[in-house]
């Protein structure tokens, strides 16, 4: 039987907040390479989406925007965090908006995983309200493990009600494999590319 004391699971949640907040910045040493980051990550995500799941290529169509963000969750039991960065795309102008996205975990779970979620919003108040940085609460229970190189997670990936919500979600799953049950306290900010 193994004792893990309060101290070694602080120290544990501690190195896990130091790595998580790296893979919250945007890659690059420039605002150029950094934008070249980001098309790379909306472009293999779209693609990712569409043919895992054919219906999000009618929402996407359909959109006044989408959210796409690469985060890295890591998920010990009690508590968990994460973080990464992304992009909101404004469908009707194309304008960008470059986000970086926080999560801290209160729940069951184990576990570390790269995740790619997308965001399909009809609702253009919800979309903005997103990109300016509300605060978002979700409460459930999710699991994914790696197939092949990307797979798929449940948890409400592809979920149907959330088009009466305004917009629908899906989630892309690199690598790693985890399985939780927590509230999940979601903040995304804006952020601005280097100079």
């Known amino acids: 039987m193994v004792t893990v004391t309060r101290g070694a699971t602080a120290l544990v949640i501690a190195t896990a907040m130091l790595c998580v907040s790296g893979c919250a910045s945007i890659p690059g040493k420039t605002g150029e390479e950094q934008a070249i980051s980001v098309e790379e990550l909306e472009r293999k995500t779209l693609a990712d989406v569409q043919q895992k799941y054919p219906k999000s290529a009618d929402e996407l169509a359909a959109c006044v925007g989408y959210v796409i963000m690469n ?5 010990i039991p009690l508590v968990g965090v994460g973080g990464g960065y992304g992009v909101g795309v404004k469908k009707s102008t194309n304008e960008r908006t470059y986000l970086r996205m926080s999560r801290f975990d209160l729940g069951m779970g184990w576990g570390a995983r790269s995740v790619r979620p997308v965001m399909i919003f009809q609702d253009s108040v919800k ?3 997103f990109i300016d940085g509300d605060f978002d609460v979700t409460i459930g229970a999710e699991a994914s493990a790696k197939v092949g ?3 798929g997670a449940g948890g409400g990936s592809g979920d149907a009600k959330s088009k009466d919500q305004g917009y629908a979600s899906y989630l892309i799953t690199d690598a790693g494999v985890s399985a939780t049950a ?3 306290f979601i903040r995304v900010k804006r952020v601005k590319l280097k100079k």
């Open 71 to 75: 985060n890295k969750l890591t998920k």
């Open 127 to 129: 979309f903005a309200k």
């Open 149 to 151: 190189e990307s797979g």
């Open 182 to 184: 927590s509230l999940a």
